[in-house]
């Protein structure tokens, strides 16, 4: 099946600090990206969802100027997390999906954030 | 607004038959899935089903849709130790997206 790499795996920052994480696809040409946190027990969360070329569209409660969302190219999607508090810290899975009729939304390996 | 509701728990013995449990509310959704998830790393999909079906199978895996009461379960056969993880039951829209996720159900597998 297709694959869609997160990068990276995990990463430690400090508080005030920004993150970016990563997410491509490696074999096929991703129209849309998704993002996706995980709190601790509970399950997946939608945070916004990021089209090729266009803005992001965010979930109700997602503070669009904290996660900054880049859909640039067909293969890349970056979310960056700004000035990270240690509440940020959790679980974010992308998924990507072509734009043929194709209804499988592959998923990265997720990224685990720790802000101290 | 659409809910995903799973158990929470499930225990099992090796070699024993799971059985994973999933309802979901709106009666719109095109695609149901299930990913499974091991401890820190990413969703795996293990399978997904049209709406106009009622059962899919694939090797050890069996999955049941009964649309009516909005009720889809995963069947794992022979359950083995390395099918310990959290399994996440998965609704989607006519276009794929949307995704609603429920609450992932951790499958214990006893030796």
């Known amino acids: 099946g297709a694959v869609v790499s997160q990068h990276p795996s995990w990463v430690i920052c400090k508080s005030g600090t920004s993150v970016k994480i990563e997410c491509r696809s490696l074999d096929f040409q991703a129209t849309t990206m998704f993002w996706y946190r995980q709190f601790p027990k509970q399950s997946l969360m939608l945070m916004a969802t990021?089209?090729?070329?266009?803005?992001?569209?965010?979930e109700q409660g997602v503070e669009k100027d904290k996660f900054l969302i880049n859909h640039a190219s067909l293969t890349l999607s970056t979310l960056t997390v700004t000035s990270a508090h240690p509440e940020d810290s959790s679980f974010y899975i992308c998924s990507a999906r072509g734009d043929r009729e194709h209804t499988e939304a592959f998923f990265g390996q997720g990224t685990r954030l720790t802000v101290v | 607004g659409e809910d995903v509701e799973q158990s929470l728990f499930l225990s099992v013995r090796e070699g024993d038959s799971s059985v994973i449990n999933c309802t979901y509310t709106d009666s719109s959704s095109t695609y149901l899935y299930w990913y499974k998830q091991e401890p820190g790393a990413g969703l795996q999909l293990l399978t997904y089903i049209f709406s106009n079906m009622d059962m899919k199978q694939d090797q050890r895996l069996t999955v049941l849709l009964n649309k009516k009461d909005k009720h889809l379960s995963l069947r794992i056969a022979d359950t083995q130790t390395g099918d310990s993880a959290i399994y996440f039951c998965?609704?989607?829209?006519?276009?794929?997206?949307?995704?609603?996720f429920g609450p992932g159900t951790r499958l214990s597998v006893l030796p």
């Open positions: 990021s089209n090729e070329g266009s803005k992001a569209t965010y």
């Open positions: 998965a609704e989607a829209d006519n276009y794929g997206q949307n995704f609603v």
